[in-house]
């Protein structure tokens, strides 16, 4: 069986309004006890994929994601201990696609170059925008002069795969201030592209400041404006949209492999503190707090059992209807792949209108779902245009 391994940095140098990830501003000093833990969580998963006896390309890793957080935050030496580990105690592909995140204010280009040798191959820096207000607003550490620096030095450090985050519908943000974001990061031609919707998420400073008034609540149509030309520029600057908030250049090798992993719902391996994973059919969570995270993957430690790391707090075994909803749900993100007949078949032993008849006749009536190609016998089951809008209304349709 073939997984993907996301580690999650908690490490930041200031926590953004916006975001509720589980990250820290201010432990620095707890970074290298972090790192030690996190190969120790590293070596006994992986301990525990061996001991399940598996042969040939079982428990093979094909993907490889650094999140946080700020992930360029560590050190080269901080990587070459961690994929020290990986190397050690999980069989790599040797075509693996291994991604960090990082913040393009945290690079340099001796630094990229290291990481290039080490083994990275592919960045996603958070760019969120190239507006020095809306920037401002985010509490964002960097400028647009340095992306434009960050993108320099990972080309002239040999990264042929790029991806610039962006986030969009923010509090008084205007379509043209958006669309002149999009033009500028198009300009630096990157491989792929993020773009969110804002979320003014509870227990944030901006979640907070928006129920007392203090921040004015986005417009929802405008955002779907700008999803919407968005959807039609990056189309016409050679960019295909494979995802609801995801572009690639036409060449389909620069598809975010890790992601798609997630997106077919398929096994991954979540290790850090508050990481989530996915394996076996079970779906596991790890502690959130980074000197708790420390404490449970300090020697002696417990036997584990796959995927159960000494770092997970809650974890639930699905059962088929769940897994059949959770699929649906992330394969009906992929706007061009969708979900087909014969795969959902292949898995659950029913078809997709045994299992949701009334469900995808009346997303289909609604003009948000389509059989695809349209025509008698089409196999694939995907969102329309504008059930890209409206996913989160489809995707509820699947629940029990």
């Not at 990082?102 to 820096?125: D, M, Q």
């Not at 992993?261 to 980074?290: E, K």
Request: hydrophobic share 35%; with cysteine.
């Amino acid at each position: 069986m073939t997984y993907s391994l996301y580690l999650h940095i908690p490490f930041c140098r200031h926590r953004c309004a916006y975001c509720d990830f589980n990250t820290y501003a201010g432990q620095d000093d707890s970074l290298p006890a972090y790192v030690n833990a996190l190969c120790n969580e590293i070596k006994a998963t992986g301990s525990s994929i061996s001991s399940r006896e598996r042969v040939g390309d079982e428990g093979s890793v094909a993907t490889i994601f650094f999140g946080g957080g700020t992930p360029s935050l560590l050190t080269v030496t901080h990587y070459q201990d961690i994929f020290q580990n990986i190397f050690e105690h999980f069989t790599v592909s040797p075509e693996a696609e291994i991604s960090l995140e990082a913040n393009p204010g945290t690079v340099s280009p001796e630094y990229l170059k290291s990481l290039r040798k080490i083994g990275f191959n592919r960045i996603s820096y958070g760019v969120q925008s190239t507006n020095p207000l809306e920037l401002r607003m985010l509490e964002r550490i960097h400028g647009y002069g340095d992306v434009v620096d960050a993108v320099r030095w990972s080309r002239a450090a040999g990264f042929e795969n790029l991806n610039l985050d962006l986030i969009y519908g923010l509090p008084e943000q205007t379509l043209e201030s958006w669309q002149r974001t999009v033009k500028l990061v198009v300009g630096l031609r990157p491989e792929h592209l993020s773009a969110y919707a804002l979320t003014l998420e509870h227990g944030t400073p901006f979640g907070r400041w928006a129920a007392k008034g203090l921040l004015p609540i986005p417009d929802p149509d405008l955002a779907a404006d700008m999803y919407e030309w968005t959807m039609d520029f990056l189309a016409g600057e050679g960019y295909v949209q494979y995802e609801i908030s995801n572009w690639a250049r036409e060449n389909s090798k620069f598809q975010c492999r890790h992601n798609l992993q997630y997106w077919r719902n398929l096994n991954y391996l979540g290790l850090g503190a508050g990481a989530h994973g996915y394996a076996d059919g079970v779906r596991y969570s790890n502690v959130l707090r980074i000197k708790t995270y420390i404490d449970r993957l300090s020697p002696p430690l417990p036997s584990s059992v796959f995927p159960l790391s000494p770092a997970v707090v809650n974890h639930h075994r699905n059962t088929p209807r769940e897994d059949m909803a959770e699929t649906m749900m992330t394969c009906l993100r992929l706007t061009l792949e969708g979900v087909t007949d014969e795969t959902f078949r292949a898995r659950f032993g029913l078809g997709l209108l045994d299992a949701y008849p009334q469900e995808i006749k009346k997303m289909t009536s609604l003009g948000l779902l389509e059989w695809h190609p349209p025509a008698p016998g089409a196999k694939t089951l995907r969102l329309t245009r504008h059930g890209r809008l409206l996913g989160n209304q489809v995707f509820m349709q699947f629940l029990d």
